[in-house]
């Protein structure tokens, strides 16, 4: 069967009742190693992921061809899933320097999402913030982004209707009482999933607090390094000009 062949039966599988890959499309996509490294940040909204993941592609730019993958069939809502042929063609598509796909997703841990994370090998992060912090956060930054007549993904505090149809009234009862569910279940669901992978021996995601991020940038991009691309070293000098850039 030739390469086209094979990537072609791949991607065409079903997956299992389960949410499973089917068992001959994980060896084949073990047999197919490459230098090539993923890595998804499951970070939930206003934990500071988009400044981390700027930070980790400066950083791993040493060493490959860096970049922002979504990795996900369309940016649209806060409960995306991995896009099976994205993933695929991070993983096999080989470049010099390898290439290293960081995705930023605020994305559940469902049972397809975890397989293909372990398939793949896809070192997790993740990091946690207070939920009143994060509720006045995202109220700040909604508030700036009306104004200016930004964009609105209001996919976590929909009740049925687009946020700028709210009246205020509305948007205070989401804040109190959807988006609260929406951060406990995130990262209950993680949790889960950790105690899992502890349970089975498997890797366990990386878990980060954003108060460290305050106080300790530093620190936590080189945790963030050493979990996700162990067979390199980076310096502290490397590290601080990531985070200055």
């Known amino acids: 069967m ?8 791949v991607l065409v599988a079903t997956p299992t009742p389960s949410g499973e890959l089917q ?4 060896e084949t996509i073990r047999t197919t190693q490459t230098q090539n490294r993923q890595i998804l940040l ?4 206003k934990v500071g992921g988009t400044f981390m993941r700027q930070a980790l592609i400066n950083l791993l730019s040493k060493n490959y061809q860096s970049y922002l993958s979504r990795g996900a069939y369309a940016n649209t809502d806060h409960s995306r899933d991995l896009h099976f042929p994205s993933v695929l063609n991070q993983h096999i598509v080989q470049t010099q320097p390898p290439g290293a796909a960081v995705m930023h997703l605020h994305m559940y841990p469902s049972r397809h999402v975890t ?10 992060v993740i990091t946690t913030r207070d ?17 200016n007549n930004d964009f609105i993904d209001d996919a976590i505090v929909s009740n049925g209707k687009p946020y700028l149809e709210m009246t205020a009234e509305e948007r205070r009862h989401s804040v109190v009482n959807i988006v609260p569910v929406w951060y406990a279940r995130f990262y209950a669901q993680w949790l ?12 366990t995601p990386l878990w980060l607090r954003y108060d460290e991020l305050v106080t300790e940038p530093e620190d936590v991009l080189a945790r963030i390094a050493r979990h996700t691309d162990p067979k390199h070293a980076y310096t502290a000098v490397q590290i601080k000009d990531a985070l200055e850039t």
């Open 115 to 124: 397989d293909m994370i372990e398939t793949f090998d896809i070192p997790v």
């Open 23 to 26: 068992p001959f499309v994980k």
């Open 42 to 45: 499951a970070y939930p909204p």
């Open 2 to 9: 030739s390469i086209y062949e094979t990537i072609y039966k």
């Open 131 to 147: 939920i009143l912090d994060t509720l006045l956060s995202g109220i700040n930054m909604t508030e700036g982004m009306e104004k």
């Open 192 to 203: 889960r999933y950790d105690h899992e992978c502890r349970a089975l021996g498997k890797r």
